[in-house]
Structures are given as C-alpha cells and as structure tokens.
C-alpha cells in the first residue's frame, strides 16, 4: 500500500510552503512511498530540484502548479492544481509551463484565465484539480451544494472533457474548510456530476513539526505579526503523511457523508491513477539534459554548423596570429579544440556565443571573455575572448573536454551601464520566444530571517533593527554560535538569556535559514534556446520588463539550456567613460588595446600600494599583498589577482609565492618534469591549470581527464582513493615514491582552491587599464570612478584620493553639474572634476534631468521656471551651494538665498509678482535683512556632508586636525616612516570593514580602514582578544581614534594593530571640556573609555 | 450528561491506526463505528517556547463497555503518546 501526494507545496512556494524538495523526496521514499509531485504556488521554481531529488531517492515525479483561475469578465475563481501529464512526448509538461507563463502575464497578481487554461489542456495533456481553495471548493465550504454545483457545470462546460477532477483535502479541523465536512460534500459532488476525485493533503511541510515554520511564513507573507494575525493556518496537519494516515483520513471523510459502497477504495484508486497519469519521465517528458542551441538560420548559418565554425575559426586565427610565432601552434591548438566541439557536437553554441558578441560589439560595447573560455584559442580566433591564451599557458580542457558531463559555460563582461540595451538587442536578434532571462533563487541569511522571525513575534521595528544591524553575513543557523563567539553580540546574548522572546527569535530565526526568500532576476545570465525555450520553462516578467525564466543557474545544466553570463562590470563603464572624457577634452582617442602593458609608472604606482580605484586590487587586502609582492608585469598581476582569493589564502599560498618570488626560499619544482609550468609561479601552484598538468605529469591521463580529477580535489569522501590512484599511476611512470607522495601531499592540499589562471588573467587586463588610466590621465579616471561606482570605497573616499593626487573638486553647481561626473579644464590648464547631480540626496531624476537639460539659467526665477524643484530639492541645493551662481558665488550671501527661496515656495501659487521683481533683483538679494538661520554654525563640510554624505572642498576629517596635532596622532601619510612595534595614535573616518576568512578558521580578525585626510587609508586590525575588550565599537564606531602598534607588511606596507579605540567626538569634546574647565582641581572623569588618561598620554607626545 | 473526565487510559489501536478500543478503570470500551479525529492548534506565540507540535490531537468516538449501553467518548492523545480520557459525552 502506498499514497501518492498529488498536491504538494515545496519551499519553492516562497512564505508558503517550507520544505526543500530534496527533504520531501527523501521523506517519501522513507516513508515507503514511490511517487511525490510538487505544485508550487505560481510557478515551477523548484521543478528541476524536485526531479533530481526524486531521482536521486529512486521516486517517481510528478509536477503542477497551483495556480489563480479567473473567469472571462476577470473574477476569481479561487486556485486550482494544474497538473502535467506524462507519456506525452513532453506535451504535458509542455503546457504546464505555458499555463504558469500565461498567469504571470495578468496585471498584479499571477493568474490564469479559465478559457487560455482550457485551450491549453486539451488533447489531455492536463489535469486541473478543483479542490477546497476554488471557488467550488469556497461553496462547499459555506455548506452551499447549488451553487457548489453550478460552478461546476461552468468548469464542465468550459474544460476539454477528462481534465477535471475534484480534490479532496481534509485537515481534520473541527471545522471550517479543513474540516471532514465539506471534504464529504466534495465527494458528494464529484458522485453527482460523475466526475473523479482524488485525495489530498494540500501539502506545506515535511512533517508536523515544521508547522510552527508555516505559521512563520504566514506571518512573513502578510507582513503581519502573529498575534494579528487575521487566519493563522487551522492546525498543522498539512504535512506529507503516509499512507496509513491518509487512509485514515480518508475513512473519516467517507464516513461524515452518505456514500455507496467502495467510495475510499476507489477514491484511493482514483488518486493512485491520476499519479500514475502525472509521472513524468525526466528524459522523454521534461527533455532533461539534452541542449538545444539556437536554430541555424537564427545564428546566420545555411549549411552545417561545424564546416561553419571551422571556416570562421580558421580565418580568425590567421588574423589574431599575423606575424605571431605562435601562429602554427595555434593551428594545432585550433585543430585539438574543434575535435572536441566535433564529438560533443557543441558547434552551434559557439557560433551563438560569437554571434551574441559580434552584436554586442555592433553596439559599441567592449566585450571581455572572462572565465575558463579564455583558455581556448577557438574563442580567442572568434573574438569572443581578448586574452591569448598560449603565452599565457591556459589550457582548453578546463574550459571543455569529452569527459566533462557539463555544458560549457562563457562568460562576457560588458559595460555594466549598457547590460539592458544589451539584453533587448539579444531579445530582439534571437527572437523573445528563444531568449530569456535567468533568474535566481535568494535565500535567507541572518539579517533577513532575523527582521522576518521578528515581525512575527511583534517584536518593535527599531529593536529588531537594532539586532539586525549587528548581524554580519553568517547562516541563520549559525545564530546561537555567533552570540556565543562574537563579542560585538554579546549584549544580545546576555539579553537572550534573560529574555524568552528574543530566545524565541534565535529559535525562528534558525528555522529561517537557507529557506527561499524570494526570486529575482540574476544579474547577468541570458538563456538562449530554440523554438522550444517556452515549452520547456515558465517564464514571467523580470523587474526590468524582459521575460525571466522561474529557473536558477542550478537548473540550467539539467534542462539542457545554454547560458551566457553577460556580466555588467562597472569598472569596464567607468573605463569607457574616462575614454569618453579624454576624447571629448583633447579630441584624442586612447586605443586601450595598444597601450603598453609594460608601463614603468603603472607598475610604479602599484607596488606604492596606492591602488585605490584599481580593478580588483584596491581592497585592504589587495593592498597589503601588494605592497608585499611588488608586480613588474601583466604576469604578475595574474599572479595577484589569483593568491587573493578565499582557497590560496586559507592554503597559505601567498606567503609561499612571496618567500619564493623574493628568494627567501628556493622555488621547489619537486620533480624536473613540473618544472615547466610551476616556472612562472616559482614552484607554488596557484593556478587550476597547474594542477591539471601536474595531475597530467603524474597520471599521463591527459588534461581532460586531469580536469576531471582537479574537481574531485575539493570532495573529502573521494580524496583517499584519488590519492592511491594518482600515486599508483605515478609510480609506474617513473616517479619515485617520494615525489609522488610530495606532489599528491601538494595536490590534496591545494583542493579545488585556487583560480583558473584564464580567469585571473582576463581581469588582470582589465586591472592594468585602470591601473594605467589612474597613472596617466587621473582626472579622467576619478570621473569615471565617481559616475560609475565601480568599487568598494565610499564616493567620499574617492574625491580624497582625486584630491590628494592632484585633481581639484568643483562642487556641485546648477550651471555646470551633469548627470554624470565631467572633467572641467581650469585656466592655468589644470584638470578639474566636476560634481555630478546625483549626489544630492532625495532628488528626483526628472528633477536633474531639467537641470541638465536647461542650464545654464539666467536667474534663479529662469531655474525656478524651468526645473519646478520640488521644495525639499530647491532648498538642498542652495544649502550646499549649488545656487550660489546666483548670488555670485558670495558664500556669506547663501543664508539670505535660502531665506528667499524658504518665502518662495511658500507662495508660490499666489504671488507672481513679486517673483517677477525678485528675477531683475537678482543676483544682488534685496532681502539682506532676512537671513535664514539654517546655516549658523555650520561650515560647508557640514552642509555636504548632510546634503550628499561627501565633501568637495575640504574632507571631513580637516574639523579634528587640531584635535590631532594637539594629541599627537600620526597621519596616515607619515606612517611608512615609522619602524614596525612603534606605538602610534591613529585617527580617521571609518571607510570599510572586513572580516575576511582567516587561515584555519581560528579567531576572527576585523580590519577598519581609516582615512584622516592625509593620504591613503590606514589599515587597523583589531584581533580577537581586542574585540572582546572593546565590543561592538570594532564595527560600529565612525569617528575613530585609535591607540596601537605599527605593523611592516612589506616594503610598502604598514597596518596598525589596534588595541584602543575612542569615538573621535568624545576625545573632543572630553578635551575641550578640560581646557574650558582647569579651574576645577578635581580629575572628574567618568567615562568608560577613560579618555582622561588618553589625554595625559598625548600631553607627553606633545 | 456530559462528564469531565481527565482519566489516562490505556488505547488499543486497530491495524489501521484507529482507536479500537481503550481501558478505563480496568474495563475495556470497545469502539463502535469509525472513529474522527480533531486537530486543534494553540497559538503558540503567546507561550515561551517554540512548540514541537503545534495541534492538540482529539478523538471522538462512541463506545460502549461489554454490552452495556454506548456513550461518546473525547480521547485525547497528547505529545508524549500518552491518551487521556477527557470527556463522556453521555
């Protein structure tokens, strides 16, 4: 005996149902059971899991969705289960995704009209399930069997004949809809109208302990605390029972009601049959892991695509490799790639990827390969990759091979600002109905589930705020470990335990975690398919307006579906913007495909560290070890990019390719025959590349296979029997035994850490062409930086950096700003950088747009005429000066302007008259003796700070140098004089924080980077024993001094490990308070961070 | 009449999972005809704690002792297994 549910919402219906499909899967096998379908709420989100989980657990699958029904004048008809039926050639399953799709095309809400629903289930490729959330359901439940079964009749009526079924659900409530009532009357009507029904649970959860989850999501779905409430679920009896329990129920169902004889068994054998009617073969029904590429004709071709493909790639490689002494090499290489794409018959795909870029590249765009792609000369000589891969020693079977199981996967970065105009060309050349986009899957982590457990509980929004704040990026799950490790929450934890709610919210909080959140659009993958594309996915409309896949990237590889990521990458927009400038500025164009990429003073910058604004390099870390590693060539910056990832670090890499590359130690190749390939890294592997040739060397199973083994490097349960391989197999090629041991002990160690080296070097180009724009044409560069945001520092930050290289600051001034960053030249010739518009906060876009459009004005009533700023908008902009072309740049005016324009808006609908006397009053104010008192006391700093959060003119640390010399803290920009162990003061505002992932996971160490307005940042490392000491003021304090000892990290490298820390405000105000107050003998100082002693500490400095 | 009771009992549960029978005050109650259960939740969220289950699981059936006459019977089985005799229904 077995029960197969037919209704079953996964975790996938996001706030509603609250089981990963794998849980359910591997539930119902447990349970004896051999069938499980998942309908989720609106979609098929979790489809592709649920198959590969039941085939992993050896059930069958079946898949549906529950979806809204409306009527053809737009009434609801309640939710019914669409159901897909197997054995059809994929035509069920088919129309599923067509139903799904077409709901997601009506106004707010998901649903589907009866009629589309009905057209689409005929030739019986659907069943709909009318169960108690339809509108029959809604009438029986109101014990109204008439109008129960007119309803009915219209669904008759309407549906192709055998599509329907009615649904019995009974929750056993004591009454109402879950109730054993209307489930019987349910039976009643499907008796009467000669129709089968089938039993189900109406599935939320696993099992009844995840009840308390469901009511979390109710909660969370309704944006309501569950005190409030309105219809918490009647019990939590919607959970995946097994056959012995729906057989009870179904007992209890039948015998409420009058029904003849042999109503449960046929009941249960209706169900029974329906699943059998609903089993969906992965291969045959869903088309699981068969590619389909775009049509030929769509991609440009007549004949075969692989004649096609050989044509094109042979001509690209004689014209990438003119006078090249690579170009025979790359013949051969060009031959060994396309025997691949030949035996797995991929050729199409690339002719896609290259047609795809080609129409980038038709658009202006710039377009970078990244990824394992950049090691295949196919598609170097396509033009779809900008590195050549050759001298740079990358290897195509990273990229593919025959004895990858997957798809190939290229990624484009594009510039970031054009990614959507780039997505509409493909749509509009590939056609809507091949392309969509992808979508992905957001879970909970801390913060989220935290705010969401929280709301439920009717916790108040500040104190969960509060909580949430302190919450950095850990699990959920983690919670209960982090209050017991984490200093900075351990006011929380000493709360918890006094408090039984905030227990309780660790509790659901917990429960919270990895579940679903919502989905959203991915940033950057394209689906691209055939024809069939909408038969084999549901699609709805993304935020941007373009049809978005309800799949993840998880999904894409067993559908079969190709992807191309095309990532926006915002430095690549702030590249192209600085080229824009430069070229509008001087009329010259910077070919940045021809720039020296052996430029002395680029790489002079670099090894000073002073990499702020530089693609991947301009981290507290990067800077760090680069200041260590000192690079002299692209090769190097490879190497750099690669060391500073999560794996190398945890591995200890750096440290080793430091001591080797600087001579500490000898490069240890280990064996003559790796010495070829460790070469340019002195002996350390750092590369996957490296490790595929070093499996190679030791296993001569050539690279594919090596590919293979590399990513079983990172599965602890198969590294014993990979080593014994590896070893086994080296040993009969003439490895001793030690090298082997050593190679392999290098090898396990190494995991799947590490980069592909293809991937490093496509954004080391990248890196240098920042790199080189920064060193040569600043300005520029800053304005690139400032329009696109491409990095990690605070806007504020960058302006310091422009200022302290050189560049001026104009502020922001409604007769010169643009929307976007713009280099203005000065009078002595000197480059300058003007504020964008954007910065002023709370403005609208039409509100710059004007400005923009009409500048500049004549008088401050032609910008009022012809920007109609809102109120909030025309004030902020005369407090930070933005107006002050109308009163001649006189500052001491501002508060006059200010006091004007609060008069103004305040009458602006009555008194024409005076605003026309005010426009020929202009620019001499006649209202001097109204002053507005808004500015008093406020410097300029001030007032930019508050209206954009940065400053232009001064930075925002100029308020404390006093302060700073009086105590004796040492700027940032003397720091590189003092030895390491010195005990130094440092000051700054907070620009970043980082907990980055330490080297055996022991302790966690926080970096703060300080910026006091010297020079570049400072680099304070608080480490564990400190943040114990001083709480959560490691994260959260702005203003910052700091008392701690300088730390070399190379030649050009110092931090600071910071054991004190003070709030910048206090120390000042404790100090002044002090020189105002001598007269009192007595030492009165309270605070906590005894500051007094601070003080006495600097007086000796000084 | 109605009785509260709130006696624990001994349930003899039939192959299908249903209560067949159950002992009280060392007599056996045989149950008559099909048994229905109510599932009743609380809000927990006015509690301490974090639940397990969120349902207190009641059955309603009619017994009736060696021949005697039939009442209607509450059991209610709680988290731990154990069933409780709630109500005598007359």
């Known amino acids: ?1102 | 009449m109605p009785g509260k009771i709130d006696a624990t009992v001994d349930v003899i549960l039939a192959k299908n999972g249903d209560p067949a029978a159950f002992i009280w005050d060392r007599f056996e109650h045989t149950v008559i005809g099909q048994p229905q259960a109510i599932f009743t939740r609380h809000p927990w969220w006015e509690t301490s704690a974090i639940p397990t289950l969120i349902d207190t699981e009641l059955w309603r059936l009619d017994a009736s002792r060696a021949g005697a006459e039939q009442h209607r019977y509450d059991l209610r089985r709680d988290a731990d297994g154990s069933w409780v005799l709630a109500v005598d229904w007359g």
Not at chain 1, 277 to 283: A, F
Not at chain 1, 1085 to 1102: C, M, N, P, Q, W
């Open chain 1, 1 to 1102: 005996m077995s029960f197969p549910h037919l209704h079953v919402s996964s975790a996938y219906s996001t706030h509603y149902g609250v089981t990963m499909p794998e849980n359910l899967a591997d539930q119902v096998q447990a349970q004896g059971d051999d069938f499980l379908a998942v309908t989720d709420r609106d979609g098929l989100y979790g489809a592709i899991k649920h198959f590969r989980a039941c085939t992993a657990a050896g059930i069958r699958a079946g898949l549906g969705a529950e979806l809204a029904v409306h009527d053809d004048e737009h009434r609801p008809l309640g939710r019914v289960v669409v159901l897909a039926h197997g054995g059809m050639a994929g035509r069920g399953y088919a129309a599923l995704c067509r139903a799904v799709s077409a709901a997601h095309t009506h106004p707010r809400t998901p649903s589907i009209s009866r009629r589309r629903l009905a057209s689409l289930a005929t030739l019986r490729t659907l069943t709909v399930l009318l169960g108690p959330a339809s509108d029959i359901g809604q009438a029986l439940t109101m014990s109204d069997s008439a109008t129960a079964r007119t309803r009915l009749t219209a669904w008759s009526r309407i549906m192709p004949e055998g599509s329907i079924t009615l649904e019995v659900v009974c929750h056993l409530t004591p009454s109402g809809p879950g109730s054993v009532g209307p489930a019987t009357r349910m039976l009643g009507l499907a008796e009467w109208a000669v129709l089968p029904a089938v039993l189900t649970n109406a599935v939320r959860y696993g099992t009844p302990g995840e009840a308390v989850t469901a009511d979390l999501a109710d909660s969370t779905r309704a944006l309501t605390p569950l005190a409030e409430l309105g219809a918490p679920q009647s019990n939590g009896q919607a959970w995946l029972k097994p056959d012995t329990l729906m057989s009870q129920v179904g007992r209890m169902v039948v015998d409420v009601g009058s029904h003849p004889p042999g109503t449960l068994p046929r009941l249960l054998a209706d169900t029974a049959e329906l699943a059998d009617r609903c089993t969906l073969d992965p291969v045959t029904d869903i088309g699981l892991g068969r590619p389909r590429m775009p049509e030929a004709a769509i991609i440009g071709i007549t004949g075969d695509p692989h004649t096609e493909l050989w044509a094109r790639a042979r001509h690209g490689v004689d014209e990438r490799y003119t006078n090249s002494p690579l170009l025979a090499e790359a013949h051969a290489a060009l031959a060994h790639e396309m025997a691949t794409v030949h035996q797995l018959g991929f050729a199409s795909y690339f002719l896609t990827v290259a047609k795809a870029c080609d129409l980038m590249r038709n658009m202006g765009v710039r377009v970078q390969a990244r990824g394992s792609g950049v090691g295949s000369v196919l598609n170097y000589a396509l033009h779809t990759s900008a590195v050549e891969p050759i001298s740079n020693n990358l290897i195509w079977e990273r990229f593919l091979s025959p004895e990858r199981q997957t798809l190939p996967d290229i990624d484009i970065d594009v510039e970031a600002h054009r990614r959507h105009d780039i997505y509409r060309e493909i749509f509009r050349a590939f056609g809507a109905e091949r392309v969509s986009l992808m979508s992905m899957t957001n879970t909970y982590r801390s913060r989220g589930a935290v705010r969401d457990a929280g709301r439920a509980l009717g916790i108040p929004d500040l104190d969960i705020s509060a909580i949430a704040k302190q919450l950095w990026r850990f699990n959920a799950r983690d919670f209960r470990t982090a209050l017991k490790e984490k200093p900075e929450l351990a006011e929380i934890a000493a709360e918890v335990q006094r408090s039984q709610q905030l227990e309780m919210l660790v509790g659901l909080t917990e429960r919270l975690d990895r579940l679903p959140r919502h989905i959203s659009v991915h940033p950057c993958g394209v689906i691209l398919s055939d024809l069939s594309l909408l038969e084999r996915t549901p699609v709805q409309a993304s935020g941007m307006g373009l049809p978005m896949s309800q799949f993840d990237k998880h999904d894409m590889d067993p559908l079969g579906l190709i992807k191309l990521d095309v990532l926006g990458v915002r430095m690549m927009s702030s590249i192209s913007h600085a080229v824009e400038e430069h070229r509008r500025l001087t009329g010259e164009t910077i070919d940045l495909d021809r720039i020296p990429v052996d430029d002395p003073a680029t790489f002079d910058m670099l090894c000073s560290t002073r990499t702020l604004g530089v693609f991947q390099l301009e981290s507290p870390g990067q800077m760090e070890l680069i200041g260590k590693l000192q690079p002299r060539s692209f090769n190097d910056i490879t190497v750099e990019i690669s060391l500073f990832r999560p794996g190398p670090m945890e591995a200890n890499m750096p440290l080793h390719y430091l001591q080797a590359r600087h001579g500490e130690t000898n490069p240890d190749y280990i064996d003559a025959r790796f010495r070829p390939f460790l070469t340019e890294t002195n002996g350390v592997v750092v590369y996957h590349e490296q490790v595929m040739r070093m499996i190679d060397a030791l296993t001569g199973d050539g690279l594919g296979h090596a590919d293979v083994l590399r990513r079983h490097l990172g599965k602890p349960d198969h590294l014993a029997a990979l080593g014994d391989y590896i070893i086994g197999k080296a040993l009969t090629r003439g490895f001793p035994r030690e090298v082997a041991e050593r190679a392999w002990k290098v090898l396990s160690g190494f995991g799947n850490f590490g980069f592909a080296k293809a991937h490093g070097a496509a954004f080391a180009i990248t890196t240098y062409r920042s790199a080189w724009l920064k060193q040569h044409h600043p300005a520029v560069f800053f304005s690139g930086l400032l329009t696109h945001d491409p990095g990690m520092w605070p806007k504020d930050l960058i302006i310091a950096e422009a200022r302290n290289l050189g560049v001026t600051m104009l502020p922001m001034d409604v007769q010169h700003s643009g929307l976007q960053y713009r280099v203005e030249i000065l009078d002595h010739g000197r480059h300058a950088i003007r504020l964008a518009l954007g910065e002023l906060a709370g403005s609208s876009a039409a509100e710059r747009q004007r400005i923009a459009e009409h500048q500049p004005f004549t008088s401050l009533q032609d910008f009022r005429d012809r920007v109609r700023p809102k109120r909030r908008t025309f004030e902020a902009l005369a407090r930070i000066g933005a107006l002050d072309a109308f009163i001649d740049y006189n500052r001491d005016l501002r508060g006059t302007l200010l006091a004007h324009i609060h008069a103004l808006t305040g009458a602006v609908q009555t008194v024409t008259g005076t605003q026309l006397a005010f426009d020929l009053d202009l620019p001499t104010p006649r209202y001097a003796n109204t002053v507005s008192l808004e500015l008093r006391g406020r410097t300029q700093t001030d007032l930019e700070l508050a209206g954009m959060g940065l400053t232009v003119t001064h930075h925002q640390m100029e308020q404390f140098h006093d302060l700073f010399r009086n105590i004796g803290v040492t700027p940032a920009s003397k720091l590189l004089d003092l030895p390491g162990g010195s005990e130094v003061l440092v000051a700054g505002v907070r620009r970043a924080t980082h907990t980055p992932p330490m080297r055996g996971g022991t302790g966690r160490v926080v970096f703060c980077s300080l910026d006091d307005g010297t020079g570049p940042v400072t680099q304070v490392v608080f480490f564990t024993d400190t943040q114990a000491r001083i709480g959560a003021a490691a994260f959260h304090t702005h203003y910052m001094l700091v008392r701690g000892t300088t730390r070399r990290t190379g030649a050009r490298g110092i931090s600071i490990t910071g054991e004190e820390v003070w709030d910048l405000h206090d120390v000042a105000h404790t100090i002044n308070q002090r020189t105002h107050a001598e007269k009192l003998a007595s030492d009165t100082t309270t605070t906590s961070l005894d500051i007094g002693h601070v003080y006495e500490l600097f007086e000796k400095r000084a």
